[in-house]
């Protein structure tokens, strides 16, 4: 698989309170590691430090092709008590897709079942295609209707490098993965691998995915980053 993947688009600049580069040199980044394309999705409200939300309302203003790699925008949205969403659907709207990841800053565990549910209530907007790091154990998951979520609501699961690369902070890590990618496996989900990169030099750095899912046998056609025109598909992403 290695050097098949030609995206990355759960991506954190300065402008998320606590990440280290710029749009532009996160895209001269990727340009550098020969991706076609590259998504900055900064964290919505209950994160601290990050954007205040009008910022999403003016993304029009942000060039779509910088140092040669495609630009998409996307948010990674919190997951709230209740099944809502960290950011109004106002903003939303501006997007070209958004992320939906439970934050352990702004979500207290519920259990297994209750953050499934919250979860896959936030899966069911219209402008969620992604759920970012669904591997830690500390906020516990049900795989397995989490992935019949996903094939429902047409919502790919993330394989996070970072996760990977800090599994001794994510509890199981690794197994869930394990168990999540034999569930996407059998129900034919497709999987987003992403670097979740806070800083230019981590932009498209997939190494520890790749090799779990050269590891696994993983099927390509399920992972959405071989293609940058099948992940605009995926995102039903119209000509703008």
Partial sequence: MKNNLVLDIHTHTLASGHAYGTIREMAEAAGRKGLELLGISEHAPGIPGTVDPLYYSNLKVIPRQICGVEILHGCEIN?????????????????????????????????????????????????????SHPDDDHMPLDYELLVQAAKEYHVALEVNNSSLHKQDRRLNCLANYYTMLGLCRRYEVPIIVNSDAHDPGWVGEFSLAEDLLDQIGFDESLILNTSADKLKEFIQLRER
């Fill in 79 to 131: 997951v709230l008590h209740g099944g809502k969403l960290s950011l109004e659907q106002k903003y939303i709207d501006f997007l070209d897709y958004a992320i939906v990841g439970i934050h352990g800053l702004c979500y207290e565990n519920e259990g297994k079942e209750k953050n499934t549910a919250n979860l896959i209530a936030c899966m069911q907007n219209e402008k969620v295609f992604f759920v």
